[in-house]
């Protein structure tokens, strides 16, 4: 345990001292307040004896000195103040600096150690207080980041999907900025599980949507499951053009991965069908985030009625209509 003593009296600091050193604390002097800043910013101590009449800068300024750095760095030592003044506005003005306890010269040996453990235990009570708070931050943080998260896939859940979703849309509607969503169904899924099983149909389900995640180009880009076998990638500032090309890249990775389905219709492989949807979202509205979901939706319908295995998009304007949302846009006859 280490004390600092702030006090310009050599006879008392010394005294003090040698009561410290009675009691197994190492001792640290300091004979002005500049002083005495200096040492508790490189030493730390674990309690400050403080007197108020100094030369330069008095006791309640060094206080208060101390309370600002603290505040900021986010300490917390206990500040004894130990003089001859014994008036009570002094007394006043000391706990207002950020003193925790006022004891009047001359004091006894006897009395300065209770108060000194008193105010240590407190320091005990306080850091202890402050590891718990941490602990159940961290907790809190990572409940968060669990609750975010798909458990089966480890990739984002439709919670945090949704999210992000009106965030992009914001923040892009602010910059004028494209937005795109791709809506991505495992084709046929219902054969594999009904003839793998349902553990190799999460296993499936675990591939694609690492595949699908590893697949997105930028560190916003968000993979999300979706909902069964369903997955949606938002893909900010990203354009028509754009998010077809990564549509088309997880297409193909999905089909490269030769996960057998041989009661597939479409391939002897597990693929994908993928709907693709942008817009640049308008200004001061989220009425058009239904609209982007639905055109995506409509995409994809048209991808899996086209023979799956392949990706459709919606071209043209998705736009806001009145207080509702509309599209503007039609699915072309051809990818």
Not at 34 to 52: A, N, S, Y
Not at 58 to 79: L, M, Q, S
Not at 302 to 323: F, H, L
Request: aromatic share 6%; charged share 25%.
């Amino acid at each position: 345990m280490k004390v600092l003593i702030i006090e310009d009296t050599i006879t008392s600091a010394t005294v003090v001292c040698s009561w410290l050193t009675n009691m197994r604390v190492l001792a640290l002097h300091a004979k002005t307040g500049e002083e005495g800043l200096e040492i508790f910013k490189q030493e730390r101590p674990d309690l400050i004896l403080l007197d108020i009449i100094m030369p330069g800068i008095d006791g309640f300024e060094v206080a208060r000195c101390i309370r600002r750095f603290e505040k900021y760095h986010g300490w917390w030592t206990p500040i004894i103040f130990l003089t001859a003044r014994a008036d009570e506005n002094d007394l006043q003005c000391a706990i207002e600096a950020g003193g925790d306890d006022y004891l009047i010269k001359p004091v006894s040996e006897v009395v300065l150690k209770a108060k000194i453990n008193a105010m240590c235990r407190m320091a005990q009570m306080r850091d202890s207080l402050r590891r718990t708070q941490e602990k159940l931050r961290r907790a809190n943080d990572q409940l968060q980041r669990l609750s975010a998260i798909d458990s089966l896939t480890g990739i984002a859940n439709r919670r945090r999907f949704d999210a992000t979703l009106l965030r992009e849309w914001r923040r892009c509607s602010r910059s004028a900025l494209p937005l795109s969503l791709l809506v991505v169904d495992v084709d046929l899924f219902k054969l594999f599980n009904d003839h793998y099983g349902h553990q190799m149909g999460d296993e499936c389900l675990k591939v694609v949507a690492h595949t699908l995640q590893e697949r997105s180009r930028r560190q916003d880009d968000l993979v999300a499951r979706y909902g069964g076998e369903e997955f949606a990638a938002i893909l900010p500032e990203t354009d028509h053009e754009g998010a077809l090309a990564v549509a088309e890249e997880m297409r193909a990775g999905v089909a490269a991965l030769g996960v057998d389905h041989a009661f597939s219709t479409v391939a002897s492989v597990v693929t994908v069908s993928i709907g693709v949807a942008s817009v640049i979202p308008p200004k001061d509205s989220e009425a058009g985030i239904p609209a982007l979901i639905k055109a995506a939706d409509d995409a994809l319908y048209y991808a899996k009625r086209s023979g799956r295995n392949q990706v459709k998009q919606v071209t043209g304007v998705i736009r806001v209509v009145g207080s509702g949302a509309g599209v503007g846009g039609r699915i072309p006859s051809q990818e």
